[in-house]
């Protein structure tokens, strides 16, 4: 495929510490104008820390590693571009399509460009009622299979949190606390569920990235790590909110892909962007923590 890089990316390949960043928040995950807001803002924090960030996305089917400004204005003022996921790359490329990359496939092309490191919001996962209706996120199928640690703040709030961890067990993905033993649950910075492992260090988790890739066990790493305490809103108040998303979106009868989005924004309106927010702080956050660990492992 055709990739194009911004002018930073460029200049920092296999020389300075890279963060990846996908572009679904930006896309279908918030709305416009805080969607570039937010993505410019998390940009700026991994400079601050020390890192080079790398959002990716695909315009006119060409694979975008780094943005320029005009490019996050496309990408986030249209409400009809795609969410592109594993099973969409080939076609995006082949008919010169425009849209966000989730964490899937932000993972494949992290992986194909050598960034080891990426910081997203929350992960899809097991969605609740998938005995019925299957909704499984391909994220946790990525993780089984490509090289890249993915920061983020645990699975969303939206899913069936036991259903998903028991699923990446199966597949062979590690949870690793960021400095907690619990599991964070997105909008939550805690929760009932233990994760596998806690680390205390960036440099910690740099060392597992390398064991586990350096013995070509291949696959990805999740490092859950905690929404700061001054936005974390409490697991029962949100669960209410989150159970009545889940009605409206039954009732308009929205599955597959159209789900997490509609979710997001309902959960959003529901508590007056107190959603947001939260959403925004953590991702913030984890692009911090995601700077120190690339930071690390570019070291070993
Ligand atoms: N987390 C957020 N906002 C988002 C997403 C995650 O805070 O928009 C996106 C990510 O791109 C993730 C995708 O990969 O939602 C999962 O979608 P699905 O459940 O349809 O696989
Ligand atoms: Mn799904």
Redesign the pocket.
Known sequence: MKIIYSKEVANALNSKPIVAL????IT???PYPTNIETAKKVEQVIRDNGAIPATIAFIDGICHVGLEDDEFERLGNDPNLL?I?RRDIPVVIAKKLTG???????MIISNLVNIRVFA??????V?KGANETF?I???LDEFSRTNVAVV??GP?AI?DIPLTLEYLETKGVVILGYKTNKLPL?YSESSEYDVDYRVDSASEVANIMKEKWDNKINGGILIASPIPSSYSIDNKEIDKIISKAISEANLNNIK??????FL?EKISKLTDNKSLES?IA??LNNAKVASEIAKEYFKK
Do not use: R
């Open positions: 996908e572009s679904t928040i279908h995950g918030m969410k996921s966000g990359t989730t964490v899937a496939s932000t997203t919001g929350g992960i899809g996962g969605h909704d996120s391909a994220d983020c703040a969303k899913l997105f597959g892909k159209k789900l997490t989005p997001l959403n953590l991702i």
